[in-house]
C-alpha cells in the first residue's frame, strides 16, 4: 500500500481514528449481536482498552507489509475462532458484515468531518482495503463493489439495529470511564456521525455544539496546537496511546 494511500491517511492520523471509534461505539451498541461482546466481557470491562487493541491490528493491517498483514488478518480470524468455539456456536455471518461494513463507513465518515470528502478511487480503494480483510477472515457474501457496499450497508443498518439492555449498559460503562463532560463531547461526535436510523434509537443531541468547533480546531491543529487540544478534550492517562496512533504527519 503506498504511502499516499488514503487507507494509511485515515488509518495513521489519531484524531481521524477516534471518531471512526466514536461513531462505532455507538452504532455497535445497538447492534443484535452485540451479546458476543458481553460474552467475552472485553468491551463493557474496558472499552478505551478494546479501542486500543482494535486500532493496533488495523494498524497492524494497513502498515505492516503484506505477509505481515496477513497474519494480522489470520490472527484476528482466529481469536473470533476461539470465542466461538467456548460459547458453542458462531457469530452470524452478518454480524462479520456489520462490524466490516462499520469501519468502512465511519473511516470515509470521520475523515470527511475533519479532511474533506474522499474522492471516487478513494472510496473504491478504501473498501477494496477493507474487503480484503473480510475475505481473509473467511467472511461470506461480501459484495464486490464499492456501490454495492453502500446498498448493503443501508439493508444491515435498517435490520440489524435495536435498542436493548446491552445498549444502555454500554452507554454507562462509556459515561463511568469518560466521566460527564468528556461523556457528553462523545455524544455531540457521535451525533455528527451517526447515520439517522442509529440517531434515531439512542438520545443524542438535535443540534450538537461540536459541529460549530471542528473548524476552530482545524484552526489551532495548523497552528500546531493539536497537543494541548488533545490534551483538554481527551483522558490525560491515554494521552500517550492516543498520540501514538499517529502514523503520518
Known amino acids: 500500500m503506498p504511502p499516499s494511500s488514503i487507507v494509511r491517511r485515515i488509518w495513521g492520523d489519531a484524531d481521524v481514528i477516534l471518531l471512526v471509534f466514536a461513531g462505532s461505539a455507538a452504532e455497535f451498541a445497538l447492534n443484535k449481536a452485540v451479546d458476543w461482546l458481553f460474552y467475552t466481557g472485553n468491551l463493557p470491562a474496558d472499552p478505551i482498552a478494546r479501542l486500543f487493541s482494535t486500532v493496533r491490528y488495523a494498524q497492524d493491517i494497513v502498515f505492516a507489509p503484506a505477509e505481515e498483514a496477513q497474519k494480522a488478518v489470520a490472527r484476528m480470524g482466529a481469536i473470533h475462532g476461539g470465542v466461538e468455539r467456548k460459547r458453542g456456536y458462531s457469530i452470524p455471518d452478518w454480524a462479520y458484515r456489520d462490524v466490516l461494513y462499520m469501519l468502512v463507513d465511519y473511516s470515509e465518515r470521520a475523515y470527511t468531518l475533519l479532511h474533506g470528502p474522499l474522492l471516487p478511487h478513494e472510496q473504491t480503494e478504501l473498501f477494496t482495503v477493507f474487503r480484503a480483510v473480510g475475505d481473509g477472515m473467511g467472511v461470506r457474501d461480501l459484495p464486490d463493489t464499492y456501490e454495492a457496499w453502500k446498498l ?68 489551532l491543529n495548523g497552528l500546531g496546537l493539536r497537543s494541548v487540544v488533545q490534551r483538554v478534550l481527551l483522558p490525560t492517562e491515554y494521552l500517550d496511546q492516543i498520540r501514538a496512533l499517529d502514523k503520518v504527519g
Open 152 to 219: 448493503d450497508r443501508q439493508l444491515h443498518l435498517n435490520r440489524d439495529l435495536e435498542r436493548s439492555e446491552y445498549t444502555d449498559r454500554l452507554f454507562a460503562r462509556y459515561r463511568e470511564q469518560l466521566g460527564s463532560w468528556r461523556y457528553n463531547l462523545l455524544l455531540q461526535a457521535q451525533a455528527l456521525l451517526v447515520p439517522d436510523v442509529v440517531k434515531a434509537q439512542l438520545p443524542l443531541p438535535a443540534k450538537p455544539l461540536l459541529a460549530q468547533t471542528i473548524g476552530l480546531y482545524r484552526l
